[in-house]
């Protein structure tokens, strides 16, 4: 909806607001213009249901005035004597159009010093659960919001089930666009596994103020610009869906409004530069590990070197139901040798002895002479440290070959070699020809609004011949610290202002063994905490440091002074 729809929209929300509710302003001893100017009709009221007037601030606040209309229509009707719970409901399930009933339709009497406390533990029950959802989205939706790590594309910096807490004031908030939408939840609603949200009305992109801008090596939370997908890990047609409820991601920034960004061997440079990350950054590429006498999992294992594969040799060809039960469980791939055995491949974790015992399945796991890993570079420098280990070469994919961001022909590139390209700025413009225009397309159609066509070497937008490009917003590279396996900016390109999220700023619990060998979310007894990485702080320098010490000590200080305190009181 543009400027002049919202408009229209508002007034016609006053329009009905003053319909249903002038007769109930004049007998509560108002005026019944009153009722029909815009937010002081909204001040009056809350005079008139006797309630603070700073709740009229969180009618106007997006996603919270969805939870206090409902509230409002009910103390309304409630302050003209109709208290029954059949027209609460009637009123709440009619969007609030049951007040023209009582408006018109009945002879009310005003009650100025009606009791605000529920009459009955349901009713006091219902209002605390009003109260804390109300409170449980404002700072959800505009403060700090939970996050889980669910996958290892920034590995080691944030691992595979680090649950953190995300700032949206350090960047400010961004105000939800979709005006009607379940609060608490992203877009599926949990169970029924439907949308969360109504696709019209959206609001204009509105960001509140910060404290900071989104800098070169901070890692940030936002909206994936490429999703389609309805629901994770369900194959259906793709879907269009509105900015803030595409699926969030989060990835460390390595390249800013304005930069000149290219990737090398891997390596990420910024204006001919390489990029100096921070000493908590932890980048992993792809090695691959030599050793004559064989690679030792065992080795690679206590090195916490998470992603490898292993291999076990099954030498009977015969397999009995339980058994296939349980390579399911743990293979990622087989394969049946000339000889008859089985060849079984898995991730780190492999295939525990015990459960295999307990199945007589019988196997043995083959030491490779080469085995493919993902290392930082500590882990390399002491694999290249071990005597066993022959050499540990890195992997890199040669320029020229590839089709990653723009995805054109004349502009090959992967995960190890892009561009020079440059990060948009706003109100920075560029020369637009079709040599570049593969990298502006998706900005100048999707994140900016216009029309875009080509015809022989003429480029139109909104139907005008341009040769040149204003950018409308600033635009940024984000990339993951596992550098081969995250699906990021080298995959989809850049990422627009107003799909930034916030910031991660703590990690308030942590657990190993969040997922299986496949990758799937394990059951939760299955968990394990990784107690040095809880109440840790995700920015800074140096190791991090565990607060959770702290934290108990704390909250032990808390309940004994309580304790005694209240024996005190007693006994006062």
């Known amino acids: 909806m543009n400027a002049t729809a919202w408009i229209i929209f508002i007034l016609v929300i006053q329009v009905i607001h003053f319909l249903g509710t002038w007769k109930l302003y004049v007998k509560a001893g108002r005026k019944a213009w009153e009722a029909a100017i815009p937010v002081y009709n909204a001040i009056v009221l809350m005079q008139i249901i006797n309630r603070p007037k700073w ?79 109300v409170a449980a989205t404002l700072v959800h939706t505009y403060f700090i919001q939970p996050y889980v790590i669910p996958t290892g594309s920034l590995e080691r910096t944030l691992r595979v089930g680090d649950l953190l807490f995300v700032s949206k004031f350090h960047y400010g908030a ?111 590429y792809d090695y691959m590990v030599y050793g004559s006498k064989g690679i030792s999992s065992k080795l690679l294992t206590e090195l916490d070197v998470n992603d490898f594969q292993r291999k076990y040799i099954i030498p009977s060809p015969n397999l009995s139901q339980g058994q296939v039960d349980l390579l399911n469980q743990y293979a990622i791939g087989s394969n049946r040798r000339k000889d008859g055995k089985i060849e079984v491949f898995t991730r780190k974790y492999g295939i525990p002895a015990n459960e295999a015992n307990q199945v007589s399945l019988r196997l043995s796991e083959e030491k490779s002479l080469q085995k493919q890993a993902t290392l930082t570079d500590e882990m ?87 040769t040149t490009y204003t950018f409308k917003q600033d635009y940024y590279w984000m990339m993951g610290d596992n550098r081969d396996h995250s699906e990021d900016s080298r995959a989809w390109g850049y990422v627009p202002a107003n799909h930034i999220v916030g910031t991660p700023i703590f990690i308030w619990m942590s657990f190993d063994n969040f997922t299986d060998s496949k990758g799937r979310m394990n059951a939760v007894w299955k968990w394990k905490p990784r107690w040095d990485r809880i109440f840790t702080t995700v920015n800074g320098s140096g190791e991090p440091v565990s607060y959770f010490k702290w934290f108990l000590i704390a909250l032990g200080g808390y309940f004994a002074f309580d304790f005694f305190w209240k024996k005190k009181r007693n006994k006062g």
């Open 380 to 466: 390399v420098a002491s694999l290249r440290a071990n005597t066993t280990i022959d050499s540990v070469v890195k992997i890199i994919e040669p320029k020229g070959v590839g089709n990653l961001f723009p995805q054109h022909v004349e502009h090959p590139s992967n995960y190890d070699q892009l561009g020079p390209i440059y990060i948009p700025e706003e109100g920075k413009t560029v020369a637009l020809n079709l040599q570049v225009l593969p990298f502006y397309k998706k900005i100048i159609k999707e994140y900016e609004g216009n029309t875009l066509s080509v015809s022989g070497n003429e480029i139109k937008i909104n139907g005008n011949v341009a």
């Open 55 to 133: 709740w009229v601030i969180l009618l106007f606040i997006p996603i919270i005035n969805l939870l206090m209309f409902p509230v409002v229509w009910v103390e309304t009707i409630r302050s003209f004597g109709r208290n029954s719970l059949w027209e609460s409901w009637a009123v709440v399930l009619t969007l609030g159009f049951y007040i023209y009933y009582v408006n018109y339709a009945l002879d009310v009497k005003y009650i100025e010093d009606r009791s605000l406390q529920p009459t009955t533990a349901v009713g006091e029950w219902v209002s605390s659960i009003v109260f804390a959802v």
């Open 174 to 284: 961004r105000v939800p666009m979709t005006a009607v939408a379940a609060p608490m939840v992203h877009d599926t609603l949990p169970l029924v596994g439907q949308p969360s949200y109504l696709r019209k009305p959206q609001l204009p992109y509105l960001r509140l103020p910060g404290f900071k801008g989104v800098k070169r090596n901070d890692i940030v939370v936002f909206s994936w610009p490429a999703d389609t997908v309805r629901q994770f890990f369900v194959k259906e047609k793709g879907v269009r869906k509105p900015i803030d409820k595409k699926s969030n991601y989060v990835k460390r920034c390595v390249g800013v409004p304005g930069d000149s960004l290219e990737v090398r061997d891997g390596l990420v440079f910024i204006d001919g530069k390489q990029l100096e990350l921070t000493d908590r950054a932890k980048p992993q």
